[in-house]
């Protein structure tokens, strides 16, 4: 049985205009998720370690990576400050509209 790359897969299905645009919807919440996790490996921890440092459970933490909630500013600041980063909030103009 051969793997395919989940990069590989997600190239492919870019190419379908409905998979491309759930994608572009969702895309706020992929860019918090892939932060989150990139912190969370960079300070060379698991969840579970994670879950210890902010005194919650690897549930919690597993949530949060996986996108199903939309946390508080405080708790991305435990995160933050458990995986030795900085939170950094922007505000940014929309680009203009085509029309």
């Given at each position: ?56 459970t690897?549930?919690v ?37 085509l029309?």
């Open positions: 049985m051969s793997r395919i790359r989940v990069d590989a897969l997600h190239k492919n299905w870019m190419k379908d205009s409905k998979y491309r645009r759930a994608y572009k919807a969702l895309e706020k919440e992929f860019s918090l998720v892939t932060a989150l996790i990139e912190a969370r490996t960079r300070a060379g921890l698991t969840q579970e370690q994670l879950a210890r440092r902010m005194k919650t690897q549930a933490i597993a949530r949060l990576e996986g996108g199903g909630s939309k946390p508080s500013t405080r708790t991305l600041e435990r995160y933050a400050e458990a995986t030795g980063s900085r939170l950094r909030i922007t505000l940014e103009p929309e680009r203009a509209r029309r």
